[in-house]
Every structure is written in structure tokens, then in C-alpha cells.
């Protein structure tokens, strides 16, 4: 049946997050035993990077903050032992590139014990500098063009496992533009070897991502895709009727998701 197809497809996620990201709800226990329920035997624990370095004490209120990393990894280490008979977990963070610091963002993350990274580009440029978020809307080619270099830049590093809602730009300029530049976007990072993510809390929620011009380009070229839960309350594990319908999506574009494998943090 469709449905145990899709749940046995989907029965990794390295896209997750926790309360200490102050938009994230439920204690760390309850996404494992959520997942466990739901039949996942791997998943992944990436919450917001801290963001290193802001000048002064300033931290961004939507990440974990520098002083509750040392609580983020000894709570999913222990449970992370707890479980170890029932469960794979992973532990790391969704992080942006930003060249201007991304060398001190790495080297953070890496001292903090992260065992690999998603990207998540949030702002099209250092969100130090006041860069713009990547989803206001915007008919600018150049925004759009920024967003693509800065994605596909921060995946030649080879720090990240695969690029969380590469759709997330809010383009709403020429589509013809669009269509152009995401598919050389595409093309870049299939020829780098990464799949794309559908995004679970997009498509949930009915954000301005998933797009179906940026999918149907996808299912033209024949890229590969996974699914990233991107899970803020554990309940997101036992959605299977989203899962469904997500499945359902991709097939329209002729595309099939497979499971998500966590590239090691080792650089």
C-alpha cells in the first residue's frame, strides 16, 4: 500500500529541532519516543546554530544560545544512550552560510561536539550585516542570484549533509527568471552530489515553500530528494497523513524521496 511505502520511506529524519531554539516545543525525550512510535530508527537532532560571532553578548533569539549548547548535547547524549537499543540518534545543527564567518561558526559547532550539519539559509547574505531573510518576498533578480551562490557555495564546503527547503527564497519576480536560475541552482547541486529536501513544515503549514515551479524543475532533471520533517512539537513524527500527502507531491513531479544518510562533520 501507499502508506507503508511511505512510512517505511520515511522512517529516517535529520531535520529536527528542540525548545532551546525558543520556537520549538516539547521536552528532547518526547521526539524520540514520538519517532520511536511512528517507527523511525534514525533520526537527527539539528537545531539552530548559534550564531558566532556577534560582537558584544547579542545572540539571535530563533537559535539555540551559546550558553545552552553544553545542555543540548549532554541531554541527547544521555538519551542518546538510553535509547541505544531501539533508536539511532544524531546529533548536530541547522546552520547558514555565511562566508564573512563561516570559518567561526564551523570551528564553534565543531568544538561543541556537532556530528554533522544541515543548511538552512535563512538570509541571503551575513545576517550580521542586516542581510535580508530569504523568504520576504522579493522581484529582485540579484536576490534571487544570491541566494542560489550562497547555497550552492555553502555545499562545496562539504560540511553539510544536504541543503534543508532549497526552495525557501521568495522569489516573486519574472518566473522565466526563476525557472533559469533554479535550474542551474540544480543542476549544481545534483552535479555536488546532494539531494534536495521537501520540507515537511512548509508544506504542513502551506508556506510560500514547497514551490511547484522549483519541484517540477527538479523532477525535470531528475534529481534526487529526501524528506526533511523539520520537526518543532514531537507530534510531527506520527503525522503520517502529511507524509502521505508529501509523497503524493513528489510523485507528481516523477520523483520518489530516499532515505536522508548524515554526512559526518569531519572537516
Not at 4 to 19: A, D, V, Y
Not at 61 to 82: G, I, T, W
Not at 220 to 242: F, K, M, N, S, W
Request: aromatic residues 12%; charged residues 25%; glycine residues 8%.
Amino acid at each position: 500500500t501507499m502508506i507503508g511505502e511511505s512510512t517505511q520511506m520515511i522512517r529516517t529524519n535529520l531535520h529536527g529541532h528542540t525548545f532551546r531554539c525558543h520556537h520549538a516545543t516539547g521536552a528532547d525525550e518526547d521526539y524520540i519516543q514520538a519517532a520511536l512510535a511512528a517507527g523511525f530508527t534514525e533520526i537527527g537532532f539539528s537545531d539552530h546554530a548559534p550564531f558566532m560571532p556577534f560582537p558584544g553578548s547579542r545572540q539571535s533569539n530563533y537559535r539555540v544560545q551559546v550558553e545552552d549548547c553544553p545542555d543540548y548535547f549532554a541531554s541527547l547524549h544521555a538519551l542518546r544512550e538510553k535509547y541505544r537499543d531501539q533508536i539511532t540518534i544524531h546529533i548536530g545543527f541547522e546552520m547558514e552560510y555565511y562566508p564573512d564567518c563561516f570559518g567561526s561558526m564551523l570551528q564553534f559547532v565543531k568544538d561543541a561536539g556537532a556530528e554533522y550539519l544541515v543548511l538552512g539559509q535563512h538570509a541571503l547574505g551575513n545576517e550580521l550585516d542586516g542581510a535580508p531573510f530569504s523568504g520576504f518576498p522579493t522581484d529582485d533578480p540579484k536576490a534571487l542570484d544570491r541566494y542560489c551562490s550562497l547555497l550552492t557555495e555553502g555545499l562545496e564546503t562539504g560540511a553539510f549533509t544536504y541543503p534543508a527547503h532549497p526552495d525557501l527564497i521568495n522569489f516573486t519576480g519574472d518566473p522565466d527568471v526563476y525557472k533559469k536560475t533554479m535550474r542551474a541552482m540544480i543542476r549544481r547541486v545534483m552535479a555536488l552530489g546532494y539531494p534536495l529536501e521537501l520540507n515537511r513544515l512548509g508544506f504542513f503549514e502551506k508556506r510560500d515553500y514547497p514551490r511547484d515551479a522549483f519541484w517540477q524543475i527538479a523532477g525535470e532533471e531528475g534529481a534526487r530528494c529526501v524528506i526533511g520533517l523539520d520537526a518543532h512539537q514531537p507530534e510531527v513524527y506520527t503525522d503520517t497523513e502529511t507524509v502521505e500527502k508529501i509523497m503524493e507531491y513528489l510523485a507528481r513531479y516523477g520523483l520518489t524521496p530516499e532515505v536522508p544518510v548524515m554526512r559526518p562533520l569531519n572537516l
